[in-house]
């Protein structure tokens, strides 16, 4: 049976790119099919002309976001993002000096982007006041670009001054954006002004769960904030506590856990939570079970790790139980009440090490010596 193969692209206002795509797919591929995700130039119209299919995101249709689906683009990594970067910028700016070369919004764009990653954030801040001062950027473009303005003064802890009229223009741009007042939140968080950060956590938690519900469509505003979520939600959980709302609290915890389940500092405040309203180990539990997965080993791993820290008591033995780990070390009885029988299993591990200690001396090993000093 012959071997098919089709190649796809995903692109977007690439009329200046597409035709290489096109001349170096021909030679080897049965199909070609580009993935239009809205362009305004000619990008459909040259794929067609290629002998391209093309597929486009058709109005009244919504897209989901899959948060189970996680990909992970090894082009991105660290060890080579810059050298990626370098080679870009050389290529654009070659580019833009051929005669009669034209600078677009997606050429401010990449010089923004490129800046960022080779971290020269004066020139990328330049980029992204250039875009913003373009009369009809795209409001998604927008956002991208009073994101990374902010993101670049945070990097270089810049004046606050500075810091705040970004976030204030950025608010007042874009005000359907929920990346915004969370990441002025946060920010105000980390400065200790908790007031001016519980007003923008709420606003911005509130904005983002409008996306949840599907009120803002995904073709004007996509969910670029959903990374700053966990993080929010522990800051204004802890602004909860210290309104001793505890419930509330708890609720926010919750809320950051379901969509960062591994998150630890969320997961700590989370049980020192339930800690503080006295929570019944069953209760607990069932708590837990809403989040997590008790017949996933990667979760269950998760749970006996951070409840082995966060000292759990009977829940840590039931989540102990449940990942197959019977041995009964120093940590289980003590979270089963058992003192004596962590310190008698102690002083027995304990003689073990110095029996091992005594071998290794003996044998003439580097160390030994000095460890038996210690153990003695």
Known sequence: MKLRISACVIAKNEAANIGRWLASMQPIADEMIVVDTGSTDATAELARQGGAEVLRLPKGKTAELVREIEILHTGYSTSIVQAKMRRNLAALEQRLSEPGAKETMDDIRYFMDIYYGLERYDESIAAARRLIAQSDVPGEMRGRAYETWASC???????????????AEAIAACPELAEFPLMRGLHRYDTGDWLGAEQDLTQGLALHAQYEKGAASLETVMDNAGYLVPQACLGLGRLREAHRDFAGAQELYVAGL?????????????????????AAPADAIALLNAIYDEHDPDDLAFLVQGLERAQGGQVYLYYRKRAGIHEAPAVAYFAADRPDAAAELAARDLAAVRGLAKWAEMQGAEGASSLLQVLE
Do not use: N, V
């Open 258 to 278: 379901r969509r960062s389940k591994r998150h630890a500092g969320l997961f700590t405040a989370f049980w020192q939570s339930l800690l503080r309203m006295e």
């Open 153 to 167: 003064l945070l990097r270089q802890h810049a004046p606050e001054e500075a810091i705040e009229a970004c976030f």
